[in-house]
């Protein structure tokens, strides 16, 4: 990791220097033990600060649209960025989108062998007595006031990481390989099988359970890269599309609507996941998308950056029973 972080450091501090691009889009150190921060350098010097470990897990693609309608000389803009697997899936949805393009772009790719789950760790310890992180290629160490606790760090992976198979960037300008070996999940995710192999009304319970706990604060819609509407349906007015409560029927409308428009275009980050403050398992429902997409149209966004998205081209050969007679 510290190879890697210094890598990150030296090339940031030299394409700032040599102008190749106006600002970076990193990590550095969090403010809170097991969390890092998206940061924004913009000088050799501020490069320094950047940071690499486990718990870089934001998906930073999400600052791109925003950054890019801001800017006024598009033309001459360049912003570099640090891209894991699936940022840089996020990356090349991005640009099929017309929401960036390609020379716009500096990516710094980096092998990814997997984040960890901070919630999950702390949930194990007593989180306000953590005074330090230490890591090494297999482990975690907490130190707090009570002694040290060592983590498997596969045992504490993200959910999206133990079955990722594209932790490797599939689009990048430099590519930084870490000690580690990228991961490449050989199971399936079982998350949806799972779910489907329960009897209809558990299912709608679990729903329910789920979803009751939303407090509508739209984290989850920030935190994604694909969620960059300017007026989002979930708060237009003219026309309201649905009430704007936590009544479970306003809040199954708005997550049935947010999911759905990630059809083709959702690469399983769980960015939004892991920015709920309800915990609420919304992968449950994005998964599920992600698996259907595949299945009908054998679409994986973000892997082959020349391949047409699903919902932007028709083929005869498109499954069709949906339209038909939904299960
Ligand atoms: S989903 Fe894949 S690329 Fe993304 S953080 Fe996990 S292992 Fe890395
Ligand atoms: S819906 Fe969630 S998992 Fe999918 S791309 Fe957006 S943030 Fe990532
Ligand atoms: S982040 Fe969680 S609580 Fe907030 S709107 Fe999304 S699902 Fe609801």
Not at 177 to 195: E, G, I, K, L
Request: glycine share 4%.
């Amino acid at each position: 990791m510290k190879r890697a972080e210094h890598e990150i450091r030296s090339n940031v501090g030299k394409l700032l220097k040599q102008k190749k691009i106006d600002v970076f889009i990193g990590y550095e150190k969090g403010t809170l033990p097991l969390r890092t921060s998206p940061c924004f350098v913009s000088s050799e010097k501020e490069a320094r600060k950047l940071i690499w470990n486990s718990f870089c897990t934001n998906n930073l693609a999400v600052y791109l649209p925003h950054i890019m309608s801001r800017v006024k000389n598009k033309r001459s803009t360049r912003v570099g960025i640090i891209c894991k697997g699936c940022d840089s899936r996020s990356l090349v949805e991005l640009i099929k989108e017309k929401q960036l393009t390609r020379d716009q772009i500096y990516i710094i790719g980096i092998s990814c062998s997997g984040m960890v789950d901070y919630k999950r760790i702390l949930s194990q310890v007593n989180s306000d007595e953590v005074i330090g992180v230490d890591e090494t290629a297999d482990e975690i160490t907490v130190r707090s006031k009570e002694g040290e606790r060592v983590f498997s760090k596969e045992e504490n992976l993200c959910e999206p990481c133990r079955t990722c198979k594209h932790a490797v960037p599939t689009v990048y300008d430099m590519l930084i390989r870490t000690a580690q070996q990228p991961r490449q999940a050989t199971t399936s995710d079982s998350t949806v099988h799972d779910f489907l192999m329960k009897p209809r009304e558990e299912r709608w319970q679990i729903l329910e359970q789920e979803l009751g706990q939303c407090i509508r604060c739209y984290a989850c819609r920030n935190a994604c890269p694909n969620c960059y509407c300017k007026e989002c349906f979930a708060e237009q007015t003219k026309p309201r599309w649905f009430g704007v409560t936590t009544d479970l029927t306003d809040i199954i409308f708005y997550h049935t609507i947010r999911i759905f428009h990630q059809a083709g275009r959702c690469v399983d980050c769980g960015a939004c996941v892991r920015a709920c403050p309800m915990n609420i398992n919304l992968r449950l429902f994005t998964r599920m998308l992600v698996d259907e997409v595949k299945e009908r149209f054998g679409y994986e966004p973000g892997v082959a950056p020349e391949e047409l998205q699903p919902l932007a081209t028709y083929s005869a050969k498109d499954k069709q029973d949906f339209m038909i007679e939904p299960e």
